[in-house]
Antibody, heavy 121, light 110 residues
């Protein structure tokens, strides 16, 4: 059974950095692309970033491009999102989600419960 | 990257059918058969209900169906039930290899 758990959220001041983690189990993590998706309080879903199965391809939403880095450790079945120069508008619940495929066009098969990031002074 | 366009809300009575539209461009919805739909109840993570325009995961009720015409994808919920009251989002692959969600549609069961 696929199990995803995000961690690393919390309250952080504007301009600071934060690293989110997503620990995966129940499937062969190294075979699948992974995504980060966020949801600001009371708002809709926003796709943030994706990484291919081997880390060779990475894509970002314009809203985080240049400020965020997605990475993965296949030996540890863990996905990461390093966020820098945080802004108040980055406040959201951050979800990790599995792709059904290793790379290329896809859909989001399984989701974690999310971790809340609050950017506030 | 602009969000795909969905109606803010759709409502129906139990037993009725409703349809939610998701309009994009030829660079996303219209260009690829990689539109998926997600159901989200308050306080919960989203759940996949339709993938690749028309396909339904085995555990999802056959009351949910998807289609696409041109730049618009649609989700139809037939025989509406109280448990269908939730937020629904479409999601698409794009030409730049980025992904994009729709703005979300709140479904109310009257």
């Amino acid at each position: 059974q696929v199990h995803l758990v995000e961690s690393g959220g919390g309250v952080v001041q504007p301009g600071r950095s934060l690293r989110l983690s997503c620990t995966a189990s129940g499937f062969t993590f190294s075979n699948f692309a992974m995504h980060w998706v966020r949801q600001a309080p009371g708002k809709g879903l926003e796709w943030v970033a994706l990484i291919s199965y081997d880390g060779g391809e990475k894509f970002y939403a314009d809203s985080v491009k240049g400020r965020s880095t997605i990475s993965r450790d296949n030996s540890d079945s863990t996905l990461y999102l390093q966020m820098r120069s945080l802004r108040r508008e980055d406040t959201a619940v951050y979800y990790c989600a599995t792709s059904f495929y290793s790379t290329g066009p896809d859909y989001l098969d399984h989701w974690g419960p999310g971790t809340l990031v609050t950017v506030s002074s | 990257q602009f969000a795909l366009t969905q109606p803010a809300s759709v409502s129906g009575s139990p037993g009725q059918s409703i349809t939610i539209s998701c309009t994009g461009t030829s660079s996303d919805v219209g260009g690829y058969d990689y539109v998926s739909w997600y159901q989200q109840h308050p306080g919960k993570a989203p759940k996949l209900i339709i993938y690749e325009v028309i396909h339904r995961p085995s555990a999802v009720s056959n009351r949910f169906s998807g289609s696409k015409s041109g730049n618009t994808a649609s989700l139809t919920i037939s025989e509406l039930q109280a448990e269908d009251e939730a937020e629904y989002y479409c999601f698409s692959y794009t030409t730049s290899s980025a992904r994009v969600f729709g703005g979300g549609t709140k479904v109310t069961v009257l």
